[in-house]
């Protein structure tokens, strides 16, 4: 068995990997070619598993000769014979090789030569072994390519949390539920461009690039492109160029891709992330709202399931999902009405901070208003969220690009979908005045002034865009690695980024 790749000491890693790399010298030497440019594989390791399920006698070998490919994870030597197990992403089969049948050298090549963790083809007839494996009888085998570096051990993989991260390979390599949880992210993804698709709804790609970020309240990362000498920002999200393309007539239209917010990391957030946001003409928070229960539907069926655990709590996933309203809960939970701790479309800020002081709960002279509120919602309301519900309706405040609800000065339509305490998706009845819009934004400036760094900009260009006529319009934005979390019960989303961010080492 090799030596774990997160366990060997330096100097043994050291030993086995000059120890690869002189087999793959001689090798050369001998005139055989450790790295092929070709595979001659017509099959997966799953064909082998169904073409000896149709084999009537068990005794029997495939009328038609297989040839797989893969990286040999397991070798067993029983003198003049080897039984071998090939792994693709389909899953295993076994191969069997026999010396007789494949000769002196070639069986010497595989017994001396190839080692788990190297690729190997091979060609041959199915049959079932006397416990019913469905094995390939080796009738022909190349080596593929030599792996230089040991596998993880067999059956624990890697052990330390951070090693996983930081070489995702090994951990695909040796962790099936790992490669599970990125084959579910894919279905996921898949499912949501199926549903978005087959309504009309039209995929776009926005500019990563930016002069200014804008659409939602983050830290941009900033960068510099030279040829035009002038500094740029990574977009926090794609909201304002999607609703461009609204009011240019694409009524319908989603993207679903990376946005980065320069802020902290923990187990829910990464700076790098993946969005979807799909905005819909003539429709409002309650279309979206119906929108995402679709979409969670879909999600779920792609991935097999109809409830999860998450931390030892079933959330059912089937729809429809509650309805819960943020005034209604804040009035019940903190003992006042939201409105006492707005003013217009602002804060309240001495009666905020009074309330957060009253709940125990921190509030600097530093922080800004909206953290606080954050801080009172998390604290007091979303133990109310385990299984998924909307939270509808929330402050005008801390949402700058949402209607007002009609009869009300503080609140937006706008609603927040949870699940297993998870936000999901982020949903308004999008606003299309652009004197309200400008006046928000200018606001929202001032704050950015004022030390909150995470202030929406005034963008005068989407305000000129939609002085050009904006419809009225739903949008939503989804987190996709948060869905991901919640449908595949991982509890922190370095687990469903392929290549999370980490710290540098040394």
Known sequence: MPEPADSASAGGLEELIAAKR???AELRARGVDPYPSRAAR????????RLAASLADPAARSAESVAVAGRLVELRDMGKSLFGRLSDMTGKAQVYFKKDVLGEELFALVKRDTHVGDYLSASGHVFRTKTGEATVAAENATLLAKAIRPLP????GLTDRELKYRRRHLDLIADPASREVFLKRAKIVSAIRRLLDGRGYVEAETPVLLGQAGGA????????????DQDMVLRIATEL???KLVIGGIDRVYEIGRVFRNEGVDTRHNPEFTMLEAYEAYSDYEGMAALFESLLAACAEACGVCEVEWRGAKVSLKP???RLFLPEIWKQRCGEPIEAVLQGKGFNRPALLKLAGRLGLPAGETTSSAKVFDRIVEAKIEDLLQQPAFLFDHPAAVTPLAKLKPGSESLVERFECFAAGIELANAYTELNDPQDQRERL?????QRAAGDAEADLLDEDFIEAMEAGMPPMGGIGVGIERLTMLLT???SIRDVILFPTLKRQG
């Open 22 to 24: 002189a087999k793959a």
């Open 42 to 49: 017509r099959n997966d390791c799953a064909d082998v598993a």
């Open 153 to 156: 051990e067999k059956w624990h």
């Open 217 to 228: 309240s983050a830290r941009p990362f900033a960068t510099r492109h030279h040829a035009l």
């Open 241 to 243: 160029p999607l609703k």
């Open 320 to 322: 429809p999902f509650r």
């Open 442 to 446: 200018a606001e929202q400036a001032r």
């Open 489 to 491: 019960g991982r509890d």
